[in-house]
């Protein structure tokens, strides 16, 4: 009995050790719509690198860059479908599902990324990471792009310049009713189209990050570029909050430990980036750069708070008092 017993055992072991060694990897499919040396970009692929590392053979990674699979539009379906299981859709995306995200798209509401990320430290922005667990999306951290700044074929001095200007925005009410405060037409296009309007002139220009325009070349097609700086472009990490729950713990642990360390390095990249991509537009010499003072930027700050007025309600009053309040302790 004890033999038979010692067998049972042992083909109990193998069989388990077989099995194990049969599974397929967790697969994890990557959807975001920028070029791979973009922050965003840079990060998915460094998360690929380190869960292959730390979770060899247990997980694997694939990464859909340029809305190869996806674009931003589409992806909350896709990862409520499971279909994908990480993405990072811009934070003025996410309008659609929850008003509160928009205070990020509100124009000189932050000084700076770093004020923005003293906000997302802090209680409220910790709590607006799971404004969509109750739709089945669970957010995993943010990721920094850095400030706007606006390119157009003409120079953009006050916000009155923006006048008959037709602009590509993000699909956001906030972004449209900001440009529409001075007469300006924003036009909604997925940034994967920008580029191609720009150089058949069907809009007048756009605002991005200087990461963004210098990877799709937009500046190519550009007269000026005017460094506002009047919102913050980042993006929420998000994923299937059912598949997310259930992974092994272990496996889900070492991916957040992941996540933290890959947000950390966008953080640091999008600082350098900036520096680095402006210059490069700079050295091109095809625009001109408009530099706005402090009293420039209090002049468009304060022509722009109309928009915040028309948008409290919907956000909450108390999320951009708190917002405000992160410049002062920022200082």
Do not use: C
């Amino acid at each position: 009995m004890n033999l038979l017993q010692t067998l049972i055992g042992l083909i109990a072991v193998f069989s388990f050790t077989l099995t194990t060694a049969l599974a397929e990897p967790i697969l994890i499919r990557f959807s975001h719509v920028v070029a791979e040396q973009t922050p965003k970009g840079v990060g998915a692929n460094r998360f690929k690198q380190l869960v292959e590392e730390k979770l060899a053979g247990r997980v694997k990674v694939e990464v859909f860059p340029n809305a190869n699979l996806y674009n931003d539009d589409e992806v909350f379906t896709a990862l409520l479908d499971n279909d994908v299981q990480l993405a990072a859709p811009s934070l003025s995306k996410f309008s659609i599902m929850t008003k509160a995200l928009q205070v990020y798209d509100l124009p000189f509401l932050f000084d700076d990324p770093s004020a923005v990320e003293h906000f997302q430290r802090g209680e409220i922005g910790q709590r607006l990471l799971t404004a969509l667990d109750g739709k089945g999306i669970k957010g995993l951290g943010y990721w920094s792009n850095g400030m706007r700044v606006i390119s157009a074929n003409r120079p953009l001095r006050t916000p009155t310049d923006l006048r008959q200007l037709s602009l590509r925005v993000e699909p956001s009410k906030v972004i449209e009713a900001q440009y529409r405060q001075f007469g300006a037409i924003p036009i909604k296009l997925p940034f994967t189209h920008t580029r191609d309007a720009l150089r058949r002139e069907v809009i007048d220009g756009q605002e991005n990050t200087w990461s963004n325009i210098y990877s799709q070349g937009f500046q190519a097609s550009q007269t000026y570029i005017t460094e506002t700086h009047h919102s913050f472009l980042g993006y929420m990490v998000i994923t299937n909050k059912t598949f997310w729950d259930q992974l092994p713990a272990d496996v889900r642990r070492e991916l957040e430990t992941i996540l933290g360390q890959v947000t950390e390095e966008v953080k640091a990249r999008a600082t350098a980036q900036a520096r680095q991509d402006r210059q490069a537009i700079i050295d091109e010499g095809r625009v001109q750069l408009i530099a706005l003072t402090d009293q420039d930027r209090e002049r468009w700050r304060q022509a722009m708070i109309p928009v915040w007025k028309s948008f409290a309600s919907q956000i909450d009053p108390e999320i951009i008092a708190v917002a405000r309040a992160a410049n002062a302790r920022n200082r």
